[in-house]
Nanobody
């Protein structure tokens, strides 16, 4: 089983940037698709971005396309989310998770557990 630890969140002004990291434990991490998700106060958790195990194919929510970029380093068992041009509506707790395929990453009901996440707050 893969265990995940998110980091890199913080407080940033609108228009700023942050890079989130997700460190994974477990030998099979490199065989999984990986993704980022977020949950804003009073809202349901939503899909943000995902990347195939090869690191070549990616998928993004429409709300972050052109501003966020997901990448991974399988040698370091780490997934990253580079967030640029941040907006106040990006404020949320950000989580990472892994799944069997890129397509599966948008079905949040399939994930059995979540980590503690990392808080991102964007001030206007």
């Amino acid at each position: 089983q893969v265990q995940l630890l998110e980091s890199g969140g913080g407080l940033v002004q609108a228009g700023g940037s942050l890079r989130l990291s997700c460190a994974a434990s477990g030998r099979r991490f490199s065989t999984y698709a990986a993704g980022w998700f977020r949950q804003a106060p009073g809202k349901e958790r939503e899909f943000v971005a995902a990347i195939r195990w090869t690191g070549v194919n990616t998928n993004y929510a429409d709300s972050v396309k052109g501003r966020f970029s997901i990448s991974r380093d399988n040698a370091k068992n780490t997934v990253y989310l580079q967030m640029n041009s941040l907006r106040p509506e990006d404020t949320a707790v950000y989580y990472c998770n892994v799944g069997p395929s890129l397509a599966a990453m948008t079905d949040l009901s399939a994930f059995g557990s979540w980590g503690q996440g990392t808080q991102v707050t964007v001030s206007s």
